[in-house]
């Protein structure tokens, strides 16, 4: 009878297990290819500084941090910084990403 109950703890462990697995890479996961949003930041290197600090915008003002860190993965050895006071700046919208070179600022 030990035994037995040894035996279907172990199968309900195991259930367990494989059930929440499947739910955190789920066909409904949200991995992001880190790769792909390399190479679209990428093709902005040419306007930015080689290092420093930059600043980083979102639209509507909320910034997304997951994003923001997929941006400072990918940007290093830039620093982005979400003040609006720098010389230039990267603004995510809606998976759009473009560079922001504001005048007048030192």
Do not use: W
């Not at 035994?3 to 739910?23: D, R």
């Amino acid at each position: 009878m030990r035994a037995l109950a040894i035996v279907i703890f172990a199968a309900v462990s195991c259930f367990s297990t494989v059930n929440m697995f499947i739910f955190m890479i789920g066909p409904e996961s949200n991995f992001t290819d880190i790769s792909a949003v390399e190479s679209s930041y990428s093709s902005l290197r040419s306007y930015l500084p080689e290092k420093g600090v930059i600043g980083y915008e979102q639209a509507g003002g909320e910034i997304d941090t997951r994003e923001y860190y997929i941006a400072q993965y990918a940007l290093c050895p830039l620093v982005l910084d979400v003040n609006e006071c720098h010389k230039y700046a990267i603004k995510s919208d809606r998976g759009e990403i473009s560079v922001i070179k504001y005048t007048g600022v030192k």
